[in-house]
Nanobody, 121 residues
Framework: QVQLVESGGGLVQPGGSLRLSCAASGSIFSINAMGWYRQAPGKQRELVAAITRGGITNYADFVKGRFTISRDNAKNTVYLQMSSLKPEDSAVYYC???????????????WGQGTLVTVSS
């Protein structure tokens, strides 16, 4: 059983910063791509940022220059540093990862339970 657990969400004022973390645990052989998605009320879930095992990153246009994704492969953890936050960044942020449980297993796409980020004064 593999699970992703996010932390670091909360209430922050416009212009402020937050750092989200997502740790994978369980039977893990390796983790390929990891990423962060978000879903605001009444909207579809959308990609925020992603990172390969080798550190290649990809960002949605609406967060470029404000958010930074990183990962620690030794800790099976991915981070999202969010700065210059705007009210429109308010959403539930979900961690996603492609995880292999064994050397002969295919990567399984796995979601975390989500962490709420609210940007408001």
């Amino acid at each position: 059983q593999v699970q992703l657990v996010e932390s670091g969400g909360g209430l922050v004022q416009p212009g402020g910063s937050l750092r989200l973390s997502c740790a994978a645990s369980g039977s893990i052989f390796s983790i390929n791509a990891m990423g962060w998605y978000r879903q605001a009320p009444g909207k579809q879930r959308e990609l925020v940022a992603a990172i390969t095992r080798g550190g290649i990153t990809n960002y949605a246009d609406f967060v470029k220059g404000r958010f930074t994704i990183s990962r620690d492969n030794a800790k099976n953890t991915v981070y999202l540093q969010m700065s210059s936050l705007k009210p429109e960044d308010s959403a539930v942020y979900y961690c996603n990862a492609d995880i292999r449980s064994g050397s002969l297993s295919y990567p399984r796409n796995t979601w975390g339970q989500g962490t709420l980020v609210t940007v408001s004064s």
